[in-house]
């Protein structure tokens, strides 16, 4: 049992006393004592065993009766049940974000998402990237890995920080964003903050989309879960899910999910230690409805390295090494632990108005940071070797929001109104490590042979302020329904200071550098409805960021770069017919342009804000029932992403960092019964641009393959499910951000085991 306690403390300036610096707060400072006790129950290996060997036995009976019939099928309620579903259970129709929640995808002016529970299931694991869901978005291409949840939306490369909890943003991180307490996931493309409130994003807020997120409530039915899992190289995962409702109409519902992670991933050398406890708790009244969410996880992942800074001089990208090796050294370590709130509050006054609270806060300590460069990777050279230098680093942050707002239901003549207007603040305190040293070498490496380590990795440092950021907006939209038309008007107005702290040698204050902003961005949209199958629209959306400290990759490291601008214009039709819904959207988006700029005597780059980046796209997609049995989901992608009016011309035309002209992703499931599911998936990506097209790495294409049995243990029912991620061990290389590619992951084998108690 782990205990955490958490101090109440005055107040002194709008901001807690233990901060160094008290700003940045207009609410009363409160914390709360919260008691985690993890929980672990093993299950008996000799009974995953005889599940596999339950498993194996039944398909080769298989083949002699085709007429199995599953003794009992068990659905698992879910108390949101106007959220429809297309066949297959991959795919949501209706949206969970914001204002738009509980509208048909049909009526949103935005390309739009929404995965199941079973998606989530299928496609991610312990020791995959949150990108292996989300690349069934044509919208998205992958460039995670184990260590980080990047991926690129858009052509704009995002993680975990853009993510939003059940309408909170900001309190999911890069490194540590679990899944397994999230019942859907929803992705809605562009620059919509008018839509959703405004957060502090821990590096930029992404003009691509944003990823909204709904934690598991209690079902009416109640559930108890309990999941198995066995993956790489021996990574055991357990987790537990139970849920119930109580009271005389089931008013109040209580869901408690565990995690316990532990063993060795299908990368050589890399191990991961991670445990979880999250508990969703929920009152619903004919009036209102509350909701709050909480959680604590510690991960720890020790080695798994994976990604290389392109060295300044490099003239090709070297070929691609084997995806199994091991470029860890000893003493290498990511560790995070931390622990979030969101709570939700919504009432309804009468037949014409309701009225919303949302609140969210999170503490995060990335305490553990030993990796090549101070985190930003190894510097790669032309003939394949590495600098292997080290330097420990921590960046522990804090990140409060709320946001109120209410929604008016009006009618003027046959116009039907919903009006929503809501105000929000946010603020994110982030520290970083100092008095760690200078960059260590500590051996040799070559990406053939791997890494030479001579020395001990450093350890020592202490942790200061990096900078804090502030943001309050107001938002006014109003959605009109007027026959076989929808109309979306909306204004958002925000202001913003971000505060960057520079230091002096002896740890003294130097300066501030501070950055204030305000900005108004408008939204509007219009959709017409032909017939009930179709639906043709137009939006605009714009954004306008905080501001955003530049990361660990580039030598100005901690410096904040001024808002970046962005606009979207989109177009697109949506059909849905016999049990397939199908879209195609064109967009054009504009932002302001982040470049890297070498400069001799630095091995890396310098981040800085010159021209703009263009953005065109058209992309497709299809989801649902193909035939009898068979279910698809996929799409593609195409995208001209290119540089524009940077200084003398330098890079116009050049295209973006990052961006794959084509992406694509087909996959396919086929039910031969109630009993079994057989899933393939292929996805594809172009050759991809790195150092402004000096460096191109080669397109690739990966193939998975999974079989899922219901089948039932005793009287107990139980699904088991066997994964494997790039079947043939494909290596390649992906890009992400301007000079900096990872390595694939290898062929990778995943077995759960959940039985519904």
Not at 321 to 341: E, R, V
Not at 425 to 430: E, F, G, K
Not at 670 to 688: C, D, F, M, Q, V
Not at 706 to 728: C, D, Q, R
Request: glycine share 10%; charged share 20%.
């Amino acid at each position: 049992m782990e205990d955490f306690i958490f101090r109440t403390e005055a107040c002194i300036d709008g901001f807690c006393e233990s901060g160094s610096v008290n700003y940045f707060c207009d609410c009363i400072c409160f914390e709360e004592r919260m008691v985690l006790n993890l929980m672990r129950k093993k299950l008996l290996a000799a009974a995953v065993m005889g599940a596999v060997g339950a498993v194996i036995g039944i398909c080769m009976a298989g083949a002699a009766d085709a007429a199995y019939v599953l003794d009992e099928v068990v659905v698992i309620g879910n108390r949101d049940e106007e959220r429809d579903v297309l066949p297959g259970n991959f795919v949501y129709t209706k949206s969970q974000t914001s204002f738009l929640a509980g509208k048909d995808t049909m009526d949103i002016p935005f390309s739009q998402m929404h995965f199941t529970e079973k998606s989530m299931d299928t496609f991610t694991g312990p020791d995959k990237p949150m990108d292996a869901l989300l690349a069934n978005s044509p919208s998205v291409r992958q460039s995670g890995s184990i260590l980080h949840g990047d991926f690129f939306f858009r052509g704009f490369r995002t993680n975990g920080t853009n993510f939003y909890v059940n309408n909170v943003p900001g309190v999911f991180t890069q490194f540590n964003t679990p899944l397994y307490p999230i019942e859907s996931l929803e992705l809605i493309s562009g620059p919509n903050v008018g839509i959703y409130g405004t957060g502090v994003q821990y590096e930029t807020t992404n003009p691509g989309g944003i990823v909204s997120v709904k934690s598991k409530v209690a079902p009416d039915k109640g559930v108890f879960d309990y999941t198995q899992t066995i993956s790489g190289r021996g990574l055991f995962g357990e987790y537990l899910d139970w849920g119930q409702r109580f009271g005389d109409k089931k008013e109040w519902g209580v869901r408690i999910m565990t995690e316990n992670l532990n063993g060795r991933t299908s990368v050589k050398g890399t191990k991961i230690n991670g445990q979880g406890i999250f508990a969703n708790i929920d009152r619903t009244t004919e009036k209102s409805k509350d909701n709050l969410f909480i959680g604590y996880r510690n991960m720890d992942i020790q080695r798994g390295l994976r990604w290389f800074i392109l060295s300044s001089d490099i003239k090709k990208l070297p070929a691609v090494p084997s995806g199994k090796n091991d470029y860890g050294f000893d003493g290498m370590i990511k560790a995070t632990h931390g622990w979030l709130a969101v709570y939700n509050h919504d009432q309804k006054f009468n037949d014409h108005w309701d009225g919303f609270f949302n609140f969210g806060m999170q503490r995060n300590d990335l305490d553990k940071n030993v990796m090549a460069n101070g985190g930003s990777g190894y510097t790669l050279h032309n003939d394949g070797t590495l600098d292997v230098k080290a330097k420990p680093g921590s960046t522990p942050q804090e990140y409060y929001y709320w946001q109120v707002g209410t929604t008016a239901h009006y009618n003027t003549g046959a116009v039907k109104h919903d009006i929503t207007l809501s105000y929000n603040q946010a603020w994110r305190n982030r520290k970083s490590a100092y008095n760690n040293g200078s960059l260590l070498k500590i051996g040799t490496g070559d990406l053939y042979t791997g890494i030479h380590q001579t020395l001990a990795a450093p350890t020592k440092f202490d942790t200061r302020w990096n900078n804090k950021t502030r943001v309050k907006s107001y938002s006014l939209v109003d959605y009109m329904t007027y026959n076989k038309w929808d109309i979306i008007l909306g204004i958002h107005k925000h202001e913003a200071e971000s505060r960057g702290y520079k230091w002096k040698s002896d740890n003294t204050l130097d300066y501030i550098e501070r950055i204030k902003t305000d900005d108004t961005s408008p939204t509007y949209g219009i959709i017409y409805r032909p017939n009930s199958h179709m639906s043709v629209y137009a939006s605009h959306s714009e954004n306008f960021d905080a501001g955003s400290g530049v990361n660990t990759t580039f030598e100005n490291f901690g410096d904040i770069l001024p808002p970046l601008k962005t606009k979207q214009n989109e177009i697109g039709v949506k059909y849905k017919r016999n049990n397939l819904l199908y879209t195609l959207a064109y967009y054009d988006i504009k932002q302001d342009n982040l470049i890297s700029v070498y400069k001799d005597g630095y091995v890396k780059p310098f981040q800085s804000k010159d021209g703009q980046a263009r953005h065109k796209g058209l992309e497709f997609s299809i989801n649902g029932r193909l035939a009898d049995k068979w279910n698809i989901l996929g799409g593609f992608s195409h995208i001209s992403a290119k540089q524009e009016k940077t200084t003398k011309g330098a890079l116009d035309g050049i295209r973006v960092n990052g961006t794959s002209e084509w992406t694509a992703v087909l996959g396919l499931e086929y039910n031969p019964n109630e009993a079994w599911s057989i899933l393939g998936r292929a996805i594809y990506t172009g050759k991809t641009p790195v150092m402004n097209e000096k460096i191109w790495a080669p397109g690739y294409t990966i193939f998975d393959l999974g079989v899922t049995h219901k089948t039932h243990f005793g009287k107990i029912p139980a699904e088991l499910s066997l994964m494997v991620n790039n079947v043939f061990d494909k290596d390649y290389w992906q890009v992400s951000r301007g000079n900096q590619v990872y390595l694939s992951l290898p062929r990778t084998f995943s077995f759960t085991a959940k039985l519904h108690f």
